[in-house]
């Protein structure tokens, strides 16, 4: 098994510019995950979707994050317009149900300046 | 709110020596406790998780322990080796799917 596969795995952009991280879960998972982990706030749950649809979305910080699962096997993480505070690592995980045990992607570094 | 608690933040010990990570939470309504490794610019690798129905896991020189009345997990290293070296995260399940992650232990083993 491939593991979850996140693109890209670097991104620099600049401030006002959209952003769209992906993930890819690993097939048969029907949990799907997106974190931010920064230095100062550590790990932190942005959205979970079962079965492609979002169950809780409390902890996307603002309006310019969105999040689509159209598939089983794609999701994306997107953000528009940019700004130099969301600069962080973004996480995808998945599970194959709810509670068990979730597998995390490496991870896509965001440098927004 | 649910917290997950991980003390010390920083943990060096020399190689071969046998060490505890602890982790705390405030809510025994838990359901599942994964642990976590993170090696430095890398992604989370789970090591272990704990239903609530169980006590304890192993899986190789590694034991984790789960006390939901006291608010407690350890994670037990065996004989430590300079590869164990790496951060080391608790996540509790609570309801809904949610995880609520620690914010680490940074273990160092000496050579």
């Known amino acids: 098994d491939a593991g979850v596969i996140q693109s890209p795995r670097h991104e620099v952009t600049e401030m006002g510019q959209e952003v769209t991280l992906r993930c890819k879960p690993i097939?048969?998972?029907?949990?799907l995950f997106w974190y931010r982990q920064t230095m100062m706030r550590g790990l932190e749950l942005l959205i979970y979707?079962?079965?492609?649809?979002?169950?809780?979305d409390s902890g996307m910080p603002e309006d310019r994050f969105s999040a689509k699962m159209p598939n089983a096997s794609f999701s994306t993480l997107k953000i528009q317009p940019s700004e130099p505070r969301d600069s962080a690592v973004y996480f995808c995980?998945?599970?194959?149900?709810?509670?068990?045990?979730?597998?995390f992607g490496p991870g896509t570094r965001l440098t927004v300046t | 709110k649910q917290e997950v608690t991980q003390i010390p933040a920083a943990l060096s010990v020399p190689e071969g020596e046998n060490l505890v990570l602890n982790c705390s939470f405030t809510?025994?309504?838990?359901?599942?406790l994964q642990w976590f490794r993170q090696d430095p610019g890398k992604g989370l690798t789970s090591l272990l998780l704990?239903?609530?129905?169980?006590r304890e896991q192993t899986s190789g020189r590694l034991n984790a322990s789960l006390d939901k009345s006291s608010g407690r997990s350890t994670l037990y290293i065996a004989a430590s080796q300079p590869g164990d070296s790496a951060t080391y995260l608790c996540?509790?399940?609570?309801?809904?799917?949610?995880?609520?992650f620690g914010s680490g232990t940074k273990l160092n083993v000496k050579p």
């Open positions: 979707f079962n079965n492609n649809v979002p169950i809780d």
């Open positions: 995980a998945s599970s194959f149900n709810d509670g068990s045990e979730q597998y």
């Open positions: 996540a509790g399940l609570y309801n809904f799917n949610k995880f609520y």
């Open positions: 097939s048969g998972h029907n949990s």
């Open positions: 809510d025994s309504a838990i359901y599942n």
């Open positions: 704990i239903q609530s129905s169980q």
